[in-house]
């Protein structure tokens, strides 16, 4: 700590074992850190496949384990605070392991 980038676990630390010496205050966010699936090329040209990668991945571990849990998972291209960009748009594919696996059955 102290020298070069501070990383999410730093600022984690900072935020809540270290409140007697520092006070951590983090904005609404300017971007969403995102995976983006190809969808003109094979395997992922298949809607049935897409939905089964959506439905696989666990957003919210991935945001544990390599951000510190100090984000939240991003739900579009552009954060929901952005301009014009607060639509809720439904159905929202969460995290469901089970579901993946029965789309994945043929």
């Known amino acids: 700590l102290g020298s070069g980038v501070l990383t999410e676990a730093d600022v984690a630390d900072l935020k809540t074992n270290q409140t007697d ?3 951590v205050s983090l904005t609404e966010p300017i971007q969403n850190r995102i995976i983006v699936i190809n969808t003109a090329k094979a395997p992922t ?3 049935q ?3 089964v990668i ?3 991945v666990d957003k919210n571990a991935i945001i544990q384990k390599e951000l510190a849990g100090l984000d939240a998972p ?3 291209l552009f954060p929901k605070d952005a301009p014009y960009s607060g639509a809720h748009l439904t ?3 969460d ?3 089970e579901k993946a696996t029965l789309l994945n059955c043929p």
């Open 74 to 76: 991003a739900e579009s």
């Open 45 to 47: 040209d298949n809607l």
């Open 49 to 51: 496949n897409r939905k």
């Open 54 to 56: 959506i439905h696989a």
């Open 91 to 93: 159905p929202r594919p």
């Open 21 to 23: 010496n520092f006070f």
């Open 95 to 97: 995290y469901d392991f």
